[in-house]
Nanobody, 123 residues
Framework: QLVESGGGLVQIGGPLTLACTASEDIGHPNTMGWFRQTPGSERKWVAAISWGEGSTYYPDLVKGRFTISRDRAKNTLYLQMDNLKPEDTGMYYC??????????????????WGQGTQVTVSS
């Protein structure tokens, strides 16, 4: 099971860090990623990391503001979000993929998901 935490209400321009902890061994994924979803919309990829070597990938909409990292010893994934904008509001999900990190950008590339944590950016 993947369990996200750290969501909440944050002011525009503020920081927030999310965590995703595996309650049991998640196997040997190639990639772990974060997605964001708002009501009525598909899940949108916001970050991915190669679980083994640590290479990171971001879409342009968050590049320079979001940082994904992982602690393999703790089976924990993180998402540091800085300079948050109202459009960053949404439910954030972590997920596991056996696709390579540089191609794992679609929900269909991921096979195991957490329940999500809500992030609301407001003035």
């Amino acid at each position: 099971q993947l369990v996200e935490s750290g969501g909440g209400l944050v002011q525009i321009g503020g920081p927030l860090t999310l965590a995703c902890t595996a309650s049991e061994d998640i196997g040997h994924p190639n990639t772990m990623g974060w997605f964001r979803q708002t009501p009525g919309s598909e899940r949108k990829w916001v970050a991915a990391i190669s679980w083994g070597e640590g290479s990171t990938y971001y879409p342009d909409l968050v590049k320079g503001r979001f940082t994904i990292s992982r602690d393999r010893a703790k089976n924990t994934l993180y998402l540091q979000m800085d300079n948050l904008k109202p459009e960053d509001t949404g439910m954030y999900y972590c997920a596991r993929s056996y696709f390579a990190a540089h191609v794992a950008t679609m929900p269909g590339h991921f096979d195991f998901w957490g329940q999500g944590t809500q992030v609301t950016v407001s003035s």
